[in-house]
């Protein structure tokens, strides 16, 4: 992992988000402008702390306790079908250079733009939709996928009017709309769905990181953030190995006895409580320590390929999950030493995708998952130097089995720039969401996304939903 140039805004904006993650409590002065992030005053419950000081929590579930959740985990797996729908949401945190991600090898204003930094062609994959563009050769991976016909590709997404600041725009796309003062995630407000949500299964919105990811953010319906449930263990006050199995394993069988007083009742669910969740843990423990049982395929060796790794298994294990989020490798904020960066990031991310693709098809899962890859923006076309800063529309792609496969909105080119110099959007990113409501959850769009309209010609500000699903 490459570590990428961050400016003031984006470190604000990281600042912002890790006082939002402990449920608005100590939150830092925001300044004039800039939106709270979704999610925030959440109440969270923490149902397991581990060894490393990180914790399974439950965001929006004051009254969630982990028996609650045992019981509503059973419930909703049982309840689900082999095929019901799930969207993998990955963020590229920065900023990702669309003009790298898919660079127009063939335009010459890419060269006068671009001297040190543009791509040479030939350099990767061309790309088979428009004959300018070319792959990035770190996204091999993508390409790969891309022939298949598993990857839907937007050149040129985002919205208008274009706001450059980490902040905002990521805030406009994780909550679905142009509005700094929404506080639910898009994909939150779809898990509040009458029907759609279920009020004790906090797994439906999973958060594969520390915090819980604003897009999840929910009104009435718990959704969970852990980083790995594999690195999750249990520790006891002054006790090891061999001793401390056989003992958690009493402190459980004590936690079922009848309880003879309240505080005894207490002090008895507690410890049966703590018991259920960890072994709903155990198995994937035990995966993690056998780390050649975790999955059909290879992964690459990072914290993000094995969080992948583990949201595939728990698919495998009937866990009933609907939206998960997860960070991409690094960071894409390259104002400087961007070619090293992002190519480092790019393709360790891009591999384990394409792991996790290979792997929910071995597993024969493929046609129930959806994978988004976004970012907040793109970057600027005319370098710096050995950077670029922020731009106006970035590359966005759908990955999957089920995805149509094919490019929407087309690559504007570089010959007319908008009046900030900046690359044209042809697509609008709620236009993307709305149709991945529409065509993948089955919903209807305008519950989740402001005036999506009800069908693929529906009246948008945003222009016509895009066929997505094949």
Not at 147 to 153: L, Q, R
Not at 216 to 226: D, F, I, K, S, Y
Not at 287 to 310: C, H, I, N, Q
Not at 389 to 418: C, N, Q, Y
Request: proline share 7%; with cysteine; charged share 20%.
């Amino acid at each position: 992992m490459a570590r990428s140039c961050s400016c003031n805004d984006f470190n604000r904006a990281a600042l912002l988000r890790r006082g939002a993650a402990v449920a608005g409590k100590g939150l830092p002065n925001i300044e004039p402008g800039m939106p709270v992030p979704a999610g925030t005053g959440l109440d969270r419950r923490t149902f397991l702390l581990a060894t490393a000081g990180t914790a399974l929590s439950v965001y929006g579930a004051s009254m969630l306790s982990p028996r609650h959740f045992e019981e509503g985990i059973s419930q909703a797996a049982a309840a689900s079908g082999p095929n019901d729908p799930v969207l993998v949401s990955i963020f590229m945190e920065g900023g990702w250079d669309a003009l790298s991600v898919l660079a127009p090898v063939k335009e010459a204003k890419y060269k006068e733009l671009r001297p040190v930094l543009g791509l040479t062609e030939g350099s990767g994959k061309p790309f088979t939709e428009d004959e300018n563009l070319m792959w990035h050769p770190s996204a091999g991976g993508l390409a790969e996928l891309h022939e298949e016909g598993k990857v839907t590709a937007f050149p040129a997404i985002g919205y208008e009017p274009q706001d450059e600041s980490h902040f905002t725009s990521r805030h406009y796309w994780e909550v679905g709309e142009l509005d700094t003062n929404t506080r639910t995630g898009w994909m939150g407000r779809y898990l509040d769905l009458p029907g759609v949500g279920e009020p004790n299964n906090p797994l439906q919105g999973l958060s594969l990181d520390y915090s819980l990811a604003p897009a999840l953010a929910t009104e009435t319906m718990p959704v969970a953030a852990v980083s790995s449930p594999a690195n999750y263990t249990m520790s006891a006050e002054g006790l090891g190995e061999p001793v401390i199995g056989p003992a958690l394993e009493t402190f459980g069988a004590l936690g079922a006895l009848a309880a003879p007083s309240p505080a005894y009742a207490q002090a008895r669910a507690a410890s049966y409580d703590t018991d259920l969740v960890l072994n709903k843990m155990a198995a994937f423990v035990e995966s993690e320590k056998k780390s050649g049982d975790v999955s059909p395929v290879t992964y690459p060796k990072s914290e993000f390929a094995e969080r992948l790794a583990v949201l595939a298994a728990m698919l495998h294990t009937g866990m009933p999950i609907k939206c998960a989020s997860l960070n991409a490798v690094g960071g894409y904020d390259t104002h400087s030493d961007e070619a090293a960066t992002l190519a480092t990031n790019l393709e360790q991310t891009i591999e384990s995708v394409l792991a996790f693709q290979r792997d929910l098809e071995a597993r024969k899962l493929d046609d129930r998952v959806v994978i988004q890859l976004w970012s907040e923006f793109g970057r600027r076309p005319q370098e710096n130097g050995s950077g670029t800063d922020h731009g106006a529309a970035g590359v966005a792609f759908l990955i999957g089995t089920r995805v149509k496969g094919d490019m929407v909105g087309e690559f504007p080119g570089l010959s007319k720039l908008d009046e900030n110099e900046n690359l044209v959007n042809t697509s609008d990113f709620r236009a993307m969401n709305a149709a991945l409501l529409g065509q993948w959850f089955q919903t209807e769009a305008g519950l989740v996304i402001p005036e999506a309209g009800t069908g693929l010609a529906g009246p948008s500000p945003y222009g016509q939903i895009p066929q997505l699903i094949a």
